[in-house]
């Protein structure tokens, strides 16, 4: 599958960009970081994925067997995929990803986990935020999504950052939003 | 048992084609494979069928090959229902760039209405 058929005509812009500190709802510093692309900071999102509560998978991600974690990790954090780390201290505490269907040029699907002792503290939206402010820099212009139509919270929060419903047949809601290409901008 | 598989053509449904006729070749089911309407399918009905012809006979199955028209979903559970079908088997979903399993909207009218089991082959 290949995501949405059409976009959102409006772009939306003004999304900050990592780095940032930010405090969460529990007075815990969190910093918002882009994967430097070390191991070691690889083997830190993969100790996050380890302690993964499995009722909080999505739509079969993260995979359990150890195997496909490393498979699925290989996939996502390759060259041509985008990607922001919470950081709680040493611990990685949040997720976004952005993987191309096909290259660089084509529209990007995002996904965001947030560990569980970390839930319902602002650390989602602002992790979605700087993502996507980073993502706009990068130059991507179209990003979306699916996400069980049930999960109400998660789809307020995407509907609250700017993204719209393009598909709400199937049990998946699938919603998009459109970028300012930034690396365009005269300012 | 008498199974009634429905392919449209997307990548998941010739997954689903493969693994129900190795099922069949192994248990003996009464298997009629049914080509329905995907309009996003990147293979024609004529391809499909050509595809299922050569599956059968590489398994050594018999299957009745039948086109049905119409709304997908909605069409298998009638078929299923009037000519007493014990089982309906469907692709189990596409998969996203980045590996997030999704279920098509055939799936879930199946799901929500067949008086048959229902299987989702991943």
Known sequence: ?187 | MKVLLGIGGSDDSIRALEQVIARTAEVGDDLTVAIVENPRSPRSREEIAERTREELDVAGVDAEIRQVEGDPGSELVDVAEREGFDEIALGGGQTSPMGKINVGSIAEFVLLNAHTSVKLVR
Not at chain 1, 5 to 34: K, M, N, Q
Not at chain 1, 120 to 140: D, M, R, S, V
């Open chain 1, 1 to 187: 599958m290949t995501g949405p058929e059409r976009y959102p005509d409006d772009h939306t812009d003004g999304f900050p960009s990592p780095p940032r500190t930010v405090e969460d709802a529990e007075g815990r510093t969190i910093e918002l970081r882009v994967y430097d692309g070390s191991d070691a900071e690889r083997e830190a999102l993969q100790a996050m994925y380890e302690a993964f509560d499995p009722a909080d998978r999505a739509q079969g991600i993260p995979p359990s067997r150890p195997s496909k974690l490393r498979g699925w990790l290989d996939r996502i954090l390759d060259d041509d995929c985008f990607n922001v780390f919470a950081w709680d201290g040493d611990g990685v505490v949040g997720h976004v990803t952005l993987v191309p269907e096909n290259g660089t040029e084509s529209p990007y699907e995002l996904a965001i986990f947030v560990l569980q002792s970390h839930q319902g503290a602002g650390i989602g939206t602002a992790l979605i935020e700087t993502t996507l402010g980073y993502g706009a820099e990068q130059g991507i212009t179209q990003v979306w999504l699916t996400v069980e139509r049930w999960n109400r919270a998660a789809v307020g929060l995407y509907e609250k950052i700017g993204f719209e419903t393009t598909d709400a047949e199937s049990f998946e809601l699938e919603m998009a939003i459109r970028l300012d290409d930034q690396t365009e901008s005269t300012g």
